[in-house]
């Protein structure tokens, strides 16, 4: 085992390309740290990521800082990814929310060493106490949060104050060579699509903030392989990808979005056509591999799981000529 400075870490996040495999926390929702850590390692990929409900419980738990660089080194495993920050895009109500989230994703990087954090508006709606979690983490409860937690009504968004904001983080960020990415997040915030987001990227004019292009949200949302491909490649910092089927009739997005995702190569996604689009734009950032879906994770192990989807991702990029 080579015992790594966080900073160390960091460079090796950075300097991973486009064929390099990332294990997205949500995959493996329920898996401890060391488990998360040896199964990504297992299935060959380059590094994890983490989200801050499950850097909180591990908190709880009695895990420090460098209890969990020793399972990275151990296992030769960066932590790429930090998510997922929401209350940065609120008003005043949220400003201690996002603060909270703010310090404990950069007392991540700062003790491990990451590439990005990455960034959503808050939910337009709050899941009911019965519905799916998951979607996303946040910096309470669970990984996916409590129910409720995460409501927003669409009139808390304003443009500026959300471009004042992620210029903030971008700045905060810049100290520790992070870059930020805001995913896009159809119907379910007021960042709904790849303009929305590169919108506010613009306006804050942060030469570490981009946004995300995650599979899904590009499948299921407004945008296009032609949208896609007009815009300034230098704005997409970081990709998740996942497969699909079509939208269940009368499914709701969130609900979809927690159930439905399938493993790359399992569905009727483009995923070769948006690969392709991603590399001619000259988008080198990792491939974070999120398939949020209770039937995976219950189907075996995270070793199993991780294996399972790396394998998908690899052939995926074999049969487009990329792998």
């Known amino acids: 085992m080579t015992t790594r400075t966080a900073a160390q870490r960091a460079t090796e996040a950075r300097a991973l390309g486009p064929t390099d495999l990332v294990l997205s926390h949500l995959t493996v929702p329920r898996a401890g740290f060391e488990e998360r850590v040896a199964a990504a390692a297992a299935g060959g990929f380059a590094g994890i990521g983490l989200n801050l409900g499950g850097y909180k419980r ?59 954090l990455q960034l959503g508006g808050l939910y337009r709606q709050a899941r009911s106490a019965g519905g799916p979690t998951g979607v996303a983490g946040s910096a309470g409860g669970s990984a996916g949060g409590p129910a409720g937690l995460d409501l927003a009504e669409p009139g808390d968004f304003d443009f500026g104050r959300a471009a ?7 700045d905060r960020a810049a100290a520790l060579d992070l870059c930020c990415s805001i995913e896009y997040l159809p119907e379910m915030t007021a960042i709904g699509s790849a303009a929305a987001a590169a919108a506010v990227v613009r306006e804050a004019g942060r030469a570490n903030g981009g946004i995300c292009v995650d599979s899904w949200h590009h499948e299921r949302g407004p945008d296009t392989l032609d949208t896609l491909a007009g815009l300034d490649g230098r704005l997409i910092a970081s990709v998740q990808l996942d ?14 979005t927690a159930t439905n995702r399938l493993v790359p190569g399992e569905g009727s996604f483009d995923l070769a056509g948006l690969l392709h689009m991603l590399r001619g734009l000259g988008v080198t950032a990792p491939i974070g591999l999120e398939v949020i879906s209770p039937s ?15 394998d998908g991702m690899r052939a995926v990029l074999a049969a487009a000529g990329l792998g």
């Open 243 to 256: 497969d699909g089927g079509p939208r269940p009739p009368g499914m709701d997005y969130q609900t979809d």
């Open 58 to 116: 591990l908190r709880r738990e009695g895990w420090g800082i460098d209890d969990l660089a020793a399972v990275l080194d151990h296992h030769d495993q960066v932590l790429v990814e930090i998510e997922f920050l929401q209350a940065w895009s609120g008003g005043p109500s949220s400003f201690e929310r996002a603060e909270e989230e703010a310090h404990l994703a950069f007392e991540l990087a700062a003790g491990l060493g990451a590439r990005h």
């Open 164 to 170: 004042e904001a992620f210029a903030a983080l971008c």
């Open 296 to 310: 995976l994770a219950g189907s075996g192990d995270a070793e199993a799981v991780a294996r399972r989807v790396a």
